[in-house]
């Protein structure tokens, strides 16, 4: 179903019988085309073990039970993703809210009795927050296939300061700097939030399958534009080259 819902809006513009790409010159060139028999076609599945299989729809439908469950834990993944911001966005801005208000009364205190005032106001500590970072607990989509350690994923969200430890957990908040306790930037704060809701709405209605889809018509999109762009480029090159080929045998007769 998957694959009949995306081809059949397939404005392939290498369609084998059109004149100016019956040879598909590029896809031959990089591989993608090959013929073969498919009477005896055995193959590596998913679990790494040969398996005839009979017809190429069978290749690729097994291949997108694969690519579904990948997507299923990409899905889940970007879920997190988007909740780790929305809550470290939301803290940031009760607290430069609560300290532009005067609730916060942090001036002219020791870090200490800053940490009891936050606490007494419910903030969570870093190692709270970061629960929720994908980053920091997170299964690899790859973890079947592969167990090197993945590489970061998350831009860098906070400061470089010490966090982890029990002097640390409310450096967050702490080490901001001064000019950033502005009216100003409770605005950016609010509409960073309004974002990140509407952002996670939007992902929580999406299935792995519309995921997926959206993935395929940008690639088609994008594979098309170069084709067009490419072919274009050959057949002005394969003009040139003949060109040069005929001036050389009339030269050749004269």
């Given at each position: 179903e998957l694959a009949n819902s995306n081809s059949n809006n397939n404005t392939n513009t290498t369609d084998p019988n059109s004149n100016s790409n019956s040879n598909y010159s590029f896809e031959k060139k990089i591989k993608l085309?090959?013929?073969?028999?498919?009477?005896?076609?055995y193959l590596f599945n998913k679990d790494n073990v040969i398996k005839k299989y009979t017809n190429p729809l069978q290749i690729l439908e097994e291949f997108l039970?694969?690519?579904?469950?990948?997507?299923?834990?990409?899905?889940?993944?970007?879920?997190?993703?988007?909740e780790y911001n929305l809550q470290l966005a939301t803290i940031k801005y009760k607290f430069i809210s609560e300290y532009i208000e005067g609730i916060l009364l942090l001036n002219k205190k020791?870090?200490?009795?800053?940490?009891?005032?936050?606490?007494?106001?419910?903030?969570?500590?870093?190692s709270d927050i970061e629960l929720l970072n994908p980053n920091k607990n997170f299964e690899s989509l790859d973890s079947d296939f592969n167990?090197?350690?993945?590489?970061?994923l998350l831009p860098q969200l906070l400061p470089e300061v010490d966090y982890?430890?029990?002097?640390?957990?409310?450096?967050?908040l702490l080490s901001m700097p001064?000019?950033?306790?502005?009216e100003?930037?409770?605005?950016?704060?609010?509409?960073?939030?309004?974002?990140?809701?509407?952002?996670?709405?939007?992902?929580?209605?999406?299935?792995?399958k519309?995921?997926?889809?959206?993935?395929?018509?940008?690639?088609?999109?994008?594979?098309?534009?170069?084709?067009?762009?490419?072919?274009?480029?050959?057949?002005?090159?394969s003009i040139k080259q003949k060109t040069s080929i005929t001036k050389k045998i009339v030269a050749s007769k004269s």
């Open positions: 085309i090959n013929i073969i028999t498919i009477t005896n076609m039970s694969v690519r579904m469950l990948y997507y299923t834990k990409r899905k889940n993944f970007l879920l997190k993703e988007i020791k870090k200490t009795e800053m940490e009891k005032i936050l606490k007494e106001h419910n903030y969570p500590s870093f167990s090197q350690p993945q590489p970061q982890e430890s029990d002097n640390g957990k409310y450096n967050y001064f000019y950033s306790l502005t100003e930037r409770l605005t950016k704060l609010k509409n960073d939030i309004t974002n990140y809701n509407t952002e996670l709405n939007i992902l929580k209605s999406k299935t792995e519309d995921l997926y889809i959206a993935d395929l018509d940008i690639l088609q999109v994008e594979y098309d534009k170069f084709m067009t762009e490419w072919y274009s480029e050959f057949n002005t090159t």
